[in-house]
Nanobody, 112 residues
Framework: QVQLTESGGGLVQPGGSLRLSCAASRTILSFSGMAWHRQAPGKQRELVASMTRDGSTNVADSVKGRFTITRDISNNTVYLHMNGLKVEDTAVYYC??????WGQGTQVTVSS
């Protein structure tokens, strides 16, 4: 069993910032690719940001320049740094670890 524990979601105003955290085992962080996905109500789940096990990162065009994925192996945590949040970023955000492991999701609501 692989457990991914997410935190950091909440309500934020447009233009604000949030940092999401995904706590995992050191083994998972060291040997798994990691990613953040999101799903808005009535929408399909979409990939937001990803990181290979060697630390290379990529983000979706919709969040490029605003979101960053990082990893702190010493703290057993992967982060999603979100800046310049927009209403359209409102969704449930899920942590993912290869191969096929998902966190429970954390709600991000961007509203004034």
């Amino acid at each position: 069993q692989v457990q991914l524990t997410e935190s950091g979601g909440g309500l934020v105003q447009p233009g604000g910032s949030l940092r999401l955290s995904c706590a995992a085992s050191r083994t998972i962080l060291s040997f798994s690719g990691m990613a953040w996905h999101r799903q808005a109500p009535g929408k399909q789940r979409e990939l937001v940001a990803s990181m290979t096990r060697d630390g290379s990162t990529n983000v979706a065009d919709s969040v490029k320049g605003r979101f960053t994925i990082t990893r702190d192996i010493s703290n057993n945590t992967v982060y999603l740094h979100m800046n310049g949040l927009k209403v359209e970023d409102t969704a449930v955000y899920y942590c993912y670890a290869s191969y096929g492991f998902w966190g429970q999701g954390t709600q991000v609501t961007v509203s004034s």
